[in-house]
């Protein structure tokens, strides 16, 4: 036992402390200053919002994904399976260079009807952030929503369809309430995951401020030159995403309310 | 939507977002093999790959240790707060990797409440130390999450027999519980050394980044990318391996995973 709390201690709790103490270092007015600084604000803004609309996004796509993955099958289902691990396996620095090799400057999706041009280039755009945040955060939600499904008796669905049920409403109905403690589960992770990323996007976000700079780049430019600065904007980051999480956990909480009678 | 249209439309989903932007990756990467090879065996590249080999070495053994012993304290310890602990080791995955980066340096670096080190020429941030230090933070919760549920499974009826018999606390763990557990801490280590080889975001902060010394393989990978100038092959190449190693890893993960529900 002190082995471990040691451990964490020094690990873990120390370094913490100190970057809570060094946010402190300008005093409360200085600390507020930076943190309500344009740029702050608009980089925390920016990485809320676009980690709030991609983990919604993957907590449907998931979710989907996780339900063919169990209740159907097709050839190759076994290697489909496999590959979505691979955003948490792969380092995130490549999978930005994966995620540009498609949607950079020299992407093959490109098309021109007429006066009608589209091409799938998105350096240097919010596109590109929301994208990188898709492609990390998937695994979490499929990951976290399979094991139930699993466990979910199929019979109950099949019931519900012999009954007359649709499809939606036997999802709705039959479904959903089975496996909606496990997506916000994995929405929690992903959430968590995406607020805090920076290797998938650093090299294709461009690091605009105000327009594609999200908190995490804001902060990896600044530490040197202003530590006390960027420790307040940490400690806000910190504070911003714990609460998201502790109201996803309420919800959870909330959901399986009736399993705990 | 029927189970063919939701096929479609998973299978679209992955293909738009994984499948696609990977195979578009190697086709790049074998575009120009040769620029690849070179960035791949420069000296540089190989010291980078070398301390990235070091660093998860190191990664892998303290939280191998560690995360055993803490999953032993959460399941079997008989202690307050065992559920706090639980919940505490997880802590790293909230973070993010910047943060973790920038409290190390705020810890050590030379105006840190403990930069006596680094102020005395026991240099530890822009250091392989601090590499070490950054990456065990960041993988501290892979292990002990793995071992924790295999350990509630298994119970403590064998453990219990073994001391009946007369085994000591030692000889219990070494012939009872460790192999019970072994799957488990091995896709742990697996886990790991993932992340550890993968680490971005808080290795960038306190390495330094200093070529051939304190950089490793996936900062390389930045540098190379950064410094193309129109030329993206040593970039590619560099990628191309770690994205090998990755795969290698989601093979054994898939190798592993029978063995650990088998029991």
């Given at each position: 036992m002190g082995f471990v709390t040691t451990f964490l201690f020094v690990i873990v709790v120390l370094p913490i402390a100190a970057i809570v103490w060094t946010s402190t270092g300008s005093g409360w007015s200085g600390f507020w200053e930076v943190v309500s600084s344009p740029q702050a604000v608009a980089a925390l803004k920016l990485t809320m919002i676009l980690s709030t609309l991609a983990v919604l996004t993957t907590a449907v796509f998931g979710t989907i994904i996780a339900w063919v993955l169990v209740r159907d099958s097709f050839r190759g289902k076994s290697v489909v399976n496999a590959i979505i691990d691979l955003p948490f396996a792969l380092p995130t620095i490549v999978a930005g260079l994966v995620i540009m090799a498609l949607y950079g400057p020299r992407t093959p999706i490109d098309v021109t009807i007429g006066s009608f041009q589209f091409d799938a280039n998105l350096t240097f755009t919010r596109g590109a952030i929301y994208v990188a945040l898709l492609f990390v955060a998937l695994p979490f939600v499929v990951r976290t929503v399979q094991p139930v499904l699993i466990e979910l008796d199929q019979e109950l669905e099949d019931a519900a369809k012999s009954l007359g049920a649709s499809n939606l409403a036997t999802f709705r109905r039959v479904v959903l309430p089975g496996i909606l403690p496990g997506i916000l589960s994995g929405v929690a992770m992903a959430f968590a995951r995406a607020v805090g990323e920076i290797g998938a996007i650093v090299l294709i976000a461009g690091n605009l401020p105000f327009k594609t700079e999200v908190a995490s780049i804001h902060l990896f430019y600044r530490i040197e030159q202003d530590p006390e600065g960027s420790a307040a904007v940490a400690v806000v980051l910190l504070a911003l995403s714990f609460t998201v999480l502790l109201g996803i956990g309420a919800l959870r909480w909330l959901v399986t309310r009736h399993e705990r009678g | 939507m029927g189970r063919l249209s939701l096929r479609f439309v998973a299978l679209g989903y992955l293909g738009l977002l994984i499948i696609g932007p990977l195979a578009m990756m190697v086709l790049r990467t074998t575009e120009d093999l040769d620029g690849a090879w070179a960035a791949i065996t420069d000296p540089n590249t190989v010291a980078a790959f070398k301390l990235t080999l070091l660093v998860t070495v190191i990664a892998?053994?303290?939280?191998?240790?560690?995360?055993?012993?803490?999953?032993?304290?959460?399941?079997?310890?008989?202690?307050?707060?065992?559920?706090?602990?639980?919940?505490?080791?997880?802590?790293?995955?909230?973070?993010?990797?910047?943060?973790?980066?920038?409290?190390?340096?705020?810890?050590?670096?030379?105006?840190?409440?403990?930069?006596?080190?680094?102020?005395?020429?026991?240099?530890?941030?822009?250091?392989?130390?601090?590499?070490?230090?950054?990456?065990?933070?960041?993988?501290?919760?892979?292990?002990?999450?793995?071992?924790?549920?295999?350990?509630?499974?298994?119970?403590?009826?064998?453990?219990?027999?073994?001391?009946?018999?007369?085994?000591?606390?030692?000889?219990?763990?070494?012939?009872?519980?460790?192999?019970?557990?072994?799957?488990?801490?091995?896709?742990?280590?697996?886990?790991?050394?993932?992340?550890?080889?993968?680490?971005?975001?808080?290795?960038?902060i306190v390495s330094g980044n200093i070529e051939g010394v304190t950089q490793t393989a996936t900062l390389r990978v930045e540098d190379a990318y950064q410094f193309a100038y129109g030329n993206y092959a040593p970039a590619y190449g560099i990628s191309f391996v770690l994205a090998a190693t990755a795969i290698l890893v989601l093979l054994l993960m898939i190798v592993l995973q029978p063995k650990e529900s088998r029991h």
């Open positions: - | 892998v053994a303290v939280n191998t240790v560690f995360g055993i012993v803490c999953a032993l304290v959460i399941v079997r310890g008989n202690i307050r707060g065992r559920g706090f602990l639980n919940a505490f080791v997880d802590l790293p995955l909230s973070l993010s990797p910047v943060i973790v980066g920038f409290s190390l340096v705020a810890l050590y670096g030379a105006n840190g409440w403990l930069g006596w080190f680094q102020r005395n020429g026991y240099e530890i941030i822009f250091s392989t130390p601090s590499i070490v230090l950054a990456s065990i933070f960041v993988t501290l919760p892979f292990v002990a999450r793995e071992v924790v549920p295999t350990l509630r499974e298994i119970g403590t009826e064998q453990e219990q027999a073994a001391q009946t018999l007369g085994a000591s606390g030692w000889q219990t763990f070494w012939r009872i519980t460790l192999p019970s557990i072994r799957w488990a801490v091995v896709y742990g280590v697996v886990l790991t050394a993932a992340r550890s080889i993968g680490e971005y975001g808080a290795v960038a």
